[in-house]
């Protein structure tokens, strides 16, 4: 065997190895979140000593997960052992503008982590273990389990919060038009909507338990919002011109899927249109969020992401017709339909 097959297959060998302790990394990041590492560095450099002591933690261990942490980008640790905030360090602090911190304690919750651990069980059956772990299914879960509703929904529009401004800088809403956003949460991307195009209206349209949080009653928009109350597979707000759905299909299968675009079909406007915002997938075997995204969805709703055939597919069951795919600078894509 010559020495660069060797080299080859070492490659391989830590590769595989590497990514077999991958799990170990989301965990590191939930103790530094837990432990408000990145608030405690907001102000300066600090050693991994003065950084338990603040945090109440074992120094040794601490400075060691760290060490870790800053492998990935989300610490720096200089050559006198004293710990930094990077770029992505600083989307952990309490203060960030863009507050990671609530995604990663989601993402990391055990709502997350447990159905992942029996991802061999949801290929073989074609279904999440969620139901057989927690006892019913994730949006379920949720309203019975307040904690669980709050952490899921708070990382949900902080997440938002990262997209909204590409979104709406990237998507000319017509003048005049009202738009309903489906499953809109309490409201983060409708009021970006409305705060950038002065002459649209707006319907906020989720479950009563979400929409009741809603984040709208700001003296710029008075007037040009409502909120209701609903399930998007019952009856969808009538008579507008678009129909938002963002990070609404990747959770749902096919069918389901179907059934809401459908119901957005049905309820539109003449003329109307409907944008779906979720990532899209693309072809070929590079690195995607896309990609990663896709088994989160698999393993906790029986949803998935979708490549653009993907969508025109489920377009036309729901008498649409894909009209454009507008990419975003973020992982997001406003994919446009109208009627077919």
Known sequence: MSQAQQNDIGAAVR????????????????????????????????????????SKASADHLRRVLRFLATRGLFEEDAEGAFHLTTAGNLLRADSPLAMASVVNLLTDEMYWLPAGRLDDTVRKGTTAFPDIFGSS???????????????????????????????????????????????????????????????????????????????????LDGRWRIEGGSFFEAIPSGADVYLLKRILHD???????????????????????????????????????????????IVFDGKERTEAELRALFAQADLRLERVIATPGSVSVVEAVAA
């Open 15 to 54: 590769q595989v190895l590497g990514d077999s302790l991958g799990y170990l990394y989301p965990a590191a990041m939930r103790v530094a979140v837990s432990l408000g590492i990145a608030d405690h560095l907001a102000e300066g450099a600090k050693s991994a000593e003065e950084l338990a002591e603040l």
């Open 138 to 220: 994730l949006f379920d879960y949720l309203e019975q389990h307040q904690d669980s509703g709050q952490t899921f929904h708070t990382a949900l529009d902080d997440l938002s919060a990262t997209e909204h401004g590409p979104i709406v800088a990237n998507y000319e809403f017509p003048s005049g038009s009202t738009v309903v956003d489906v499953g809109g949460g309490q409201g983060g991307l409708l009021r970006a909507v409305l705060e950038a195009n002065p002459e649209v209206t707006g319907v906020l349209f989720d479950r009563d338990v979400v929409v009741k949080g809603h984040r709208l009653d700001v003296p710029a």
């Open 252 to 298: 749902w299968n096919d069918e389901d899927s179907v059934r809401i675009l459908r119901g957005c079909r049905n309820a539109m406007a003449e003329g109307g249109r409907v944008l779906v915002i979720d990532t899209v997938v693309p072809l070929g075997n590079d690195p995607h969020p896309a990609k990663l995204s896709d088994i989160a969805m698999m």
